[in-house]
């Protein structure tokens, strides 16, 4: 089927019901879990297609937190239910983090394989993931298309290990249409749910981009690390201004911790390559909008589109100019720390907002819920498949062996209360200050409440379970 004929089709699909009642529902659900990489909330405004088919027939979750703003031990959190304290995944690499890290023989996939569902993945893993053994096929994934590192950083010229055989998919730096990853991933997303569904088992389709995320290899080698967007993209957002938020280039600092304080301020140059990269990112979306149309699509063609429980999320958010930060992610503020979270399935009411706080640790827990399965360990999070009462949320990005500057915070529906490694706080209060250009950490008023907090935060810190 073609992708024209496909994107009819989800548009037929859009406005089909999102689905009967869970009640009504007498098979386990399908799922599929689509991830991008270090995406951004506002960045949802270039995507036609989720908005259509995922928040109009889903439920939104607008204060969706990540429990550690980094790619690798954000996406071990997604795999076990568990804040990085408990799952042990604290940085992108080894001593401390990486895939080789991850206690691999009890996440998310090996329990629902456990529980009888057919198991998927295409793209992006763990990061280190293939880069001592790319052959490796980790536990619990009945089918695998695993992009092996380093060249999961590219956009042309990437290897997949495609059950134990490696495929390379063009050169870096020839940019062959049909061969442009996010559209390679797609299509073989479509090609799982045409040759599994229906079928006498359930399925899980696990689908990680690397779109809108920078890229590695040729084109970081040549000074452009600005994600490439598919061909027919590219010059989309070519005008598109950099929005420029009161939090963007913060005049006054001095509230702020010292890595901060030390940041210079961006000045024309910087702004023009923030805006450039800010146009890139949205570009590269583009594919990844299609990408959830034709999956839509494909679901609908095989009937199968009411008994799917999809869900739209990112690893991590990005900032970008915001209090200085240039670039990137790991810091405690809101671009960095907040990520889309959609979810489309039975049971789920139409395009419906919630903004209870809930975390990417939540994430494990909703599909086995959806999927009337078990997990083999202790997890920290909780179902969303129904209404979530709002609650205190932990981010935390160490400690490390390294002794790298590292910090925890607490989100609370009100406040954010981060301690950092240096013995540095900082306080803010989203009531008065969304954009979090003072720190109230030094305010008499507000001394009582960072007490509190910070009780809360070092109960979090050793949480467990339903402790959490």
Not at 90 to 97: H, T
Not at 440 to 466: F, K, S, V
Request: charged share 20%.
């Amino acid at each position: 089927m073609t992708l024209v004929k496909l994107l009819a089709l989800a548009v037929a699909a859009a406005l089909i019901p999102a689905a009967a009642p869970a009640a009504a529902q007498e098979a386990r659900p399908n799922v599929i879990v689509f991830m991008t990489d270090d995406q951004n909330v506002s960045s949802l405004a270039v995507m036609p297609s989720v908005r259509q088919l995922l928040t109009r027939q889903g439920v939104t979750y607008s204060n969706n937190f990540v429990s550690y703003p980094l790619c690798c031990p954000s996406r071990a959190t997604y795999l076990t239910g568990q804040y990085p304290h408990n799952h042990d995944v604290m940085w992108n690499s080894l001593p401390d983090g990486g895939y080789y890290k991850l206690r691999g023989n009890e996440t998310l996939p090996v329990w629902l394989s456990r529980s009888g569902y057919q198991t998927t993945h295409i793209g992006k893993y763990l990061n280190g993931y293939g880069s001592q053994d790319p052959l490796e096929i980790p536990a619990g994934w009945g089918e695998w298309y695993g992009s092996v590192d380093p060249s999961t950083y590219r956009m042309w010229g990437y290897t997949l290990n495609e059950n134990g055989t490696l495929r390379t998919y063009g050169q870096d730096n020839v940019e062959d249409p049909a061969l442009y990853q996010t559209d390679v991933y797609a299509n073989k997303a479509v090609d799982y749910i045409n040759r599994k569904a229906p079928g006498s088992a359930p399925f899980f389709l696990s689908i990680a981009t690397l779109a809108p995320h920078t890229e590695g290899g040729w084109a970081a080698s040549n000074g452009n690390r600005n994600p490439r967007p598919a061909p027919r993209h590219r010059g989309t957002f070519a005008t598109e201004p950099l929005p420029k938020p009161s939090s963007f280039d913060e005049a006054d600092v001095s509230d702020k911790p010292a890595h901060i304080k030390a940041l210079p301020r961006i000045g024309a140059t910087a702004e023009a390559q923030i805006t450039k990269t800010y146009r890139s990112r949205l570009e590269s979306l583009l594919a990844v909008d299609e990408a959830v149309a034709a999956i839509v699509a494909a679901l609908q063609a095989k009937g199968e589109l009411a008994n799917t429980l999809i869900v739209f999320t990112s690893d991590n958010g990005w900032l970008q100019g915001e209090h200085r930060i240039r670039s990137g992610k790991i810091h405690p503020y809101e671009e960095s720390i907040r990520t889309p979270l959609i979810l489309r399935g039975p049971g789920l009411a139409p395009n419906t907002q919630r903004t209870a706080n809930v975390s990417n640790v939540d994430l494990a827990a909703t599909v086995l819920d959806a999927a009337d399965a078990v997990p083999g360990i202790v997890v920290d999070g909780r179902s969303l498949l129904t209404a979530p009462a709002t609650r205190n949320v932990l981010i935390e990005t160490g400690p490390r062996g390294d002794g790298s500057r590292w910090y925890a915070a607490v989100r609370s529906p009100r406040f954010l209360y981060v301690e950092h490694s240096t013995g540095e706080k900082e306080l803010y209060d989203h009531q008065v200050d969304p954009y979090q250009l003072r720190s109230r950490h030094a305010d008499p008023a507000y001394q009582a409440t960072m007490a509190n907090l910070a009780n809360e935060l070092h109960r979090l810190q050793a949480c467990t379970g339903a402790t959490c």
